[in-house]
């Protein structure tokens, strides 16, 4: 099996992490793992994006994702998964934290927040979408949302939810654990 995903979010939202887990994980299942972070301007809220490539039959040479070749995207707010468009292949799956932040442009009034992001998502590909900023305050802290969206995409891969705990375990610190391994259980059974 190969497949590519991409992580795409705002700076702060924890994209990084998810992709240190995700790659933690399948290399534990003795995959083929390439990774590679884009950060843009992420301590200011820009963009970041994270490709991983993973394989257990083949090996990889590349750790970029092409455009229409990402199995799936996860994405950690609206926009940015309208940006991550192009990069979905087809019949390939978005799934979205349906959370919005403001860039900078529309902060200060130079731009707007486009309208109809989900719209626009739902129409180019198979989506799912879900409030982990709900989820993982529910949980015990809005900052555990990207591991709320790790667990939802952990359940299309072919691991048990016991081992995905191991690999969060691995890398998370011990004083955030427990919320973060109830975060992704809420995101695992969504």
């Known amino acids: 099996m190969k497949k590519s995903v991409i992580l795409v979010g705002v700076g702060g939202q924890g994209a990084i992490l998810t992709a240190k887990i995700l790659v933690n994980g399948l290399i534990r299942k ?56 192009p990069y979905i292949k087809e019949g390939g799956t978005m799934v979205i934290n349906t959370q919005e932040i403001l860039p900078m442009p529309v902060i200060t009034g130079a731009a707007q927040y486009p309208a109809n992001c989900l719209e626009r998502t739902r129409a180019a590909c198979k989506t799912v979408e879900i409030n982990a900023v709900e989820i993982a305050h529910e949980c015990g802290t809005y900052k555990a949302a990207n591991v709320v969206l790790m667990g939802v995409l952990a359940k299309s891969l072919p691991f ?31």
């Open 30 to 85: 003795g995959y083929d793992v390439k990774m590679s972070e884009v950060h843009g301007m992420s301590q200011r809220g820009g963009s970041v994006v994270t490709y991983v490539r993973m394989s257990n039959d083949k090996p990889l040479y590349s750790s970029i994702v092409e455009q229409g070749q990402a199995d799936v995207v996860l994405a950690f707010e609206n926009l940015e998964a309208v940006r991550a468009l």
């Open 160 to 190: 048990s939810a016991e081992e995905w705990k191991k690999a969060i375990t691995a890398c998370v610190k011990p004083k955030f654990l427990d919320v973060n391994l109830l975060a992704f259980e809420r995101g695992f059974n969504y």
